[in-house]
């Protein structure tokens, strides 16, 4: 079982920073991957930036140059520093973790999900 906590959310005006925090905790044999999706009101759920266990990154189209997402492996937590902030960035922000624990003699995935954290970019 993970546990993910997430902070730093805000309301900020555009051309603003903002950075997120999002620590994991609870038992796992390892955090392959986490990363952040974010919705928007109306809208589907995207993902936002997405960090490996070795430090690969993706991300959205959209923030490419603007954000930035890294990782602590020793204090299972990442960040997502978020600057140049647009209107359009709006959205609930959501930590995700992905983790391989044991169950019998088999390591297997399972997801988790944050409780969300409100960014609110005025224009």
């Known amino acids: 079982q993970v546990q993910l906590v997430e902070s730093g959310g805000g309301l900020v005006q555009a051309g603003g920073s903002l950075r997120l925090s999002c620590a994991a905790s609870?038992?796992?044999?390892?955090?392959?991957?986490m990363g952040w999706h974010r919705q928007a009101p109306g809208k589907q759920r995207e993902l936002v930036a997405r960090?490996?266990?070795?430090?690969?990154?993706n991300y959205a189209d959209s923030v490419k140059g603007r954000f930035t997402i890294s990782r602590d492996n020793a204090k299972n937590t990442i960040y997502l520093q978020m600057n140049n902030l647009e209107p359009e960035d709006t959205a609930v922000y959501y930590c995700?973790?992905?983790?391989?624990?044991?169950?019998?003699?088999?390591?297997?995935?399972?997801?988790?999900w944050g409780q969300g954290t409100q960014v609110t970019v005025s224009a």
């Open positions: 609870g038992r796992f044999v390892r955090i392959n991957a």
């Open positions: 960090i490996s266990s070795s430090g690969g990154t």
């Open positions: 995700n973790a992905d983790t391989f624990e044991m169950r019998g003699v088999n390591l297997l995935p399972f997801g988790y």
